[in-house]
């Protein structure tokens, strides 16, 4: 047994490596449990300190150096570390280890997926596959040479460009990689196998010609295609919107059934988990699509923004990873629509962040110190770090970041940098001091801001009084005010701007950068009192609080021009709404909000994608992190009456809407798609009705769905509806998709996420759940724990059973999986008492379980 809390590692301790290598070459000979790996590295001194190597389940075969073998009394083998007393100054050393990546369930290092070889070395997993320096500020130039069996792995892929390649004895052949850019080792690839792929080209800038390849399972090259097309589309965009060309004659994609993560950026090698590259129109959906496409982009955009310009130390992660998922973010917005790019990438932050930030795991997008690394890929190092690259461009302007970006790609390439080298260079561009914007990345939680306005009528002016506090978390009691930048506007209630001294066509920012400030805006005599626009497009990520009444928000969702502020009005208004029918469990809805949300729908039928959004009530873990103690299950309940009522206001245009022809025939266009938005959310609520009608109906129109997002939107509806409609739907599913993984990957996570704890336990029991696979562990066991919270927190305490029982048998195999799926817990203590005393009982079972460093991490936190 093992309840030792993780040691720590500390920003404070960091210092630089001792050494260089200024180059290496690894040598690879594949065999499924015995692989070789040889490895030479010209190593040169450039300060005082030990030779020290990283190395987790190797063999040693050999080490020497300068040619002369060691003995085992020269160097020392401990706690995965290699050290070497007395080194030259300058040498040259060899080692030969063995591994076995059939064993690899971790999914770290090198191992086995599908029969094929393949790698995944971020945060840490290259000390699985040889001894080195394995941190991101040793950076080197990599020589790969593999050999393999020819017939079984008749590809063989690394980083780089291709070299000499050719036939060896035995049946084997061998192919060599040259990347000529230095990296860390976390950027190493490895890919061995038998694929299909689909090629095509690309032109940079430059004019440099680079091959494209998308390597899948045999048979399923079409189904690249639209991976190709975000990959053609990332790099054009990369060049125009941030002048960076690609840097190689080569870029590669793989695909992977088995893989911990979306994706990762490997230099001119990113591996990707196949649901992030496979898609064709009969089996993926309008979010598979889109989500390729971005996610295509981000590892792309990585190559300048992480591979080029990578992170000092892990703690800088935010620096590679914020700024990437804001350009990410940014691609999305300008290939589709930005609004509505805008309201999604808000409603991903608020269900994630904000509730890592309100509870024990709450940690800073920078942190000081960390238990585990593979635990410091959150919510917050990624969406709450793109935020603030957001809000720094509202704060020094577009003109001053895109002067500050060049700067930094001109200054830090080929370099591993710091937060701090970062603003150095808007800094530069703006001249402004941002130490204090700095404080976003040390401290966190989300920041409060409080507004209160008052309108003086003989003078015509406006006075705003701005508060901001951000609530204690853990380790961090009180916090300094941080600079909140605030797009704000005054509407005249008609559709247009009250025009304000110093204010540019009607907007500008308000910079709250104190605990308390004041801002009084002179209008025209005689003016009417304007209405407050405040946030627009959500400028920074913090909680608005504003004195206003049911009626004082529908005025002003009538009178917003922005519209992420439209939808974030209904979205205060539907919270308010359903906490009141909580407690007023005999009440019905209020009629005039519920037509007033129908309307809103109807009035912005001609964008089909922001009518889809205006339908989406806050979910139950957005509803939680304002009740304490919160009940799910009554919360559930009370969201379900509104939707309810709301789709019966709705009615004659969910009739009207599915009467139309799905678009035909199916493109993955942002236009087609936002059509099928909305009829999907047109199913949505016609399962919200609930009655025997619907349940017939949603189940003719799954017989006669022509697209997996209608098809897969009437599944889910069916789902919570217990009949035979549902039943067969379910059946007829499964048997037409039953050979293609991803696809039944939804039919786990559509069930387990509008399911019971028994049916989670009977999805997580099915002949086809499959404990190695994160995909298919995920399916069931995040589907539930993360989307379904009323069953998950179930008073009785059976959903955490379940899930705490899948969490142990996944630590014994895939510990950083495990880790993750923790993560569900992360709000445990705001839950009503049943719940919560169940949760503690099983975190607290947990911690005495012997669980993995990884997971152990989490519960101590959790628990803390
Ligand atoms: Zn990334």
């Keep these: 047994m093992r309840t030792e809390t993780p040691v720590s590692v500390k920003l404070e301790d960091y210092t630089p490596y001792?050494?260089?290598?200024d180059s290496v070459s690894l040598d690879f000979s594949l065999e499924l449990e015995a692989t070789r790996v040889r490895t030479k590295m010209s190593v040169r001194r450039v300060r005082p300190g030990e030779f020290v190597l990283d190395g987790e389940g190797l063999t040693l075969n050999d080490i020497s150096i300068d040619g002369t073998p060691l003995q085992v009394s020269d160097y020392k083998i401990a706690d995965s570390k290699l050290t070497i007393a007395d080194v030259p100054d300058t040498f040259t050393l060899e080692t030969d280890v063995t591994i076995n990546p059939k064993a690899n369930t971790a999914l770290s290092g090198l191992y086995v997926s599908a029969g094929r070889f393949c790698s995944q070395c971020e945060a840490t997993g290259f000390r699985r596959i040889t001894y080195w320096p394995d941190r991101p500020d040793v950076m080197s130039r990599f020589h790969v040479r593999i050999d393999a069996d020819k017939a079984t792995y008749p590809i063989l892929l690394s980083n780089g460009t291709p070299g000499k390649a050719g036939d060896l004895p035995g049946g084997r052949h061998f192919a060599e990689w040259d990347d000529p850019h230095p990296k860390p080792s976390y950027l190493f690839a490895l890919c061995a196998g038998d694929y299909d792929v689909w090629r095509d080209s690309f032109t940079t800038m430059n004019g440099d010609h680079v091959d494209l390849g998308v390597y899948v399972d045999k048979g399923q090259a079409d189904r690249a295609e639209w991976a190709m097309e975000s990959l053609k589309a990332s790099m054009k965009w990369d060049e125009e919107r941030f002048g960076r060309a690609y840097d190689l004659g080569v870029f590669n994609i793989v695909a992977v059934r088995d893989f911990n993560f979306g994706a990762m950026e490997n230099k001119g090698l990113n591996i990707f988990n196949s649901a992030y590259v496979l898609a064709s129109p009969d089996s993926a959906t309008d979010a598979d699509f889109e989500a390729i496409e971005s996610i295509v982009g981000h590892e792309y955009f990585h190559n300048w923004t992480g591979n080029r310009i990578t992170c000092r130390d892990w703690f800088q992660l935010c620096l590679k990873e914020g700024l990437t998922v804001f350009r990410d973010q940014e691609f999305s917005s300008d290939l589709r629509s930005r609004p509505v790019q805008r309201i999604k990438d808000v409603m991903r932050l608020r269900a994630r962040q904000f509730a890592e930030d309100g509870g024990p795991l709450a940690h800073p997008v920078r942190p000081q110190a960390y238990g585990s690394i593979d635990n410091l890929y959150t919510a917050t190092v990624y969406e709450k770090g793109a935020e603030l690259i957001r809000a720094l461009t509202v704060l020094i302007g577009d003109d001053a970041f895109n002067k500050g970006m060049q700067i930094y790609f001109d200054e830090y390439d080929g370099t591993a940098s710091t937060i701090e080298d970062f603003y150095?260079?808007?800094?530069?561009?703006?001249?402004?001091?941002?130490?204090?914007?700095?404080?976003w990345y040390a401290q966190a939680g989300t920041p409060e801001?409080?507004?209160?306005?008052?309108?003086?009528?003989?003078?015509?002016?406006?006075?705003?009084?701005?508060?901001?506090?951000?609530?204690?978390?853990p380790k961090q009691d009180t916090k300094k005010p941080v600079p909140i930048p605030l797009r704000a506007s005054l509407l005249d209630g008609?559709?247009?701007?009250v025009e304000a001294g110093g204010w540019q066509d009607g907007e500008t920012v308000i910079v709250l950068d104190e605990a308390e400030k004041t801002v009084k805006v002179n209008l025209a005599k005689g003016s009417a009192r304007p209405l407050l626009s405040i946030n627009r497009e959500f400028s920074a990520p913090v909680r608005v609080r504003r004195d206003l009444d049911k009626a004082g928000l529908l005025k002003l969702a009538a009178a917003e021009t922005d519209p992420f502020n439209i939808w974030d009005c209904f979205q205060s208004l539907a919270k308010t709404e359903i906490f009141r029918l909580l407690d007023e469990p005999q009440s019905p809805p209020d009629d005039a909000l519920v037509s007033a949300m129908a309307d809103a729908v109807r009035l912005n039928e001609s964008d089909p994608a922001f009518a889809a959004l205006l339908t989406v009530l806050p979910d139950v873990g957005e509803l939680f992190q304002d009740r304490e103690p919160a009940d799910p299950a009554g919360l559930d309940s009370a969201r379900k009456r509104l939707r309810k009522a709301f789709a019966e206001a709705l009615a004659g245009d969910i009739t009207r809407i599915l009467e139309q022809p799905s678009p035909t025939p199916f493109k993955p266009s942002a236009e087609q798609a936002g059509t099928r938005a909305l009829r999907g959310a047109m199913i949505g609520l016609t399962?919200?009705?609930?009655t025997p009608e619907a349940a017939s109906q949603l189940k003719s129109h799954f017989d006669s769905a022509s697209n997996m997002t209608e098809s897969l939107a009437c599944l889910r509806s069916l789902i919570p509806l217990p009949g035979k409609a549902r039943d067969e739907a379910i059946e007829t599913f499964y048997a037409r998709w039953k050979d293609n993984p991803l696809v039944i990957d939804k039919w786990f996570a559509v069930q387990a996420g509008q399911g019971t704890a028994e049916d989670a336990r009977r999805l997580s029991e099915h002949p086809d759940f499959d404990m190695s696979n994160p995909n298919r562990v995920r399916s069931v066991a995040a589907a539930f724990s993360m989307t379904n919270l009323a069953a998950f927190h179930a008073p009785d305490g059976k959903g955490h059973e379940v899930i705490a029982d899948i969490i142990q048998r996944a630590d014994k195999l895939n510990p950083a999986l495990a880790a993750r799926l923790l993560t569900s817990f992360e709000q445990w203590k705001k839950l009503e008492p049943k719940a919560r005393a169940s949760a503690k009982t099983v975190l607290e079972r947990l911690q005495e379980a012997g669980l993995s460093k990884n997971a152990m991490d989490i519960v101590s936190r959790a628990l803390d």
């Design 494 to 497: 008609k559709g247009g701007h």
């Design 687 to 690: 399962g919200a009705l609930g």
């Design 449 to 473: 801001v409080t507004v209160v306005e008052e309108w003086d009528e003989a003078k015509s002016e406006l006075t705003l009084t701005l508060s901001q506090k951000t609530p204690p978390t």
């Design 424 to 439: 150095s260079c808007f800094e530069k561009a703006s001249g402004q001091d941002l130490s204090q914007f700095r404080l």
């Design 18 to 21: 001792p050494f260089e290598i």
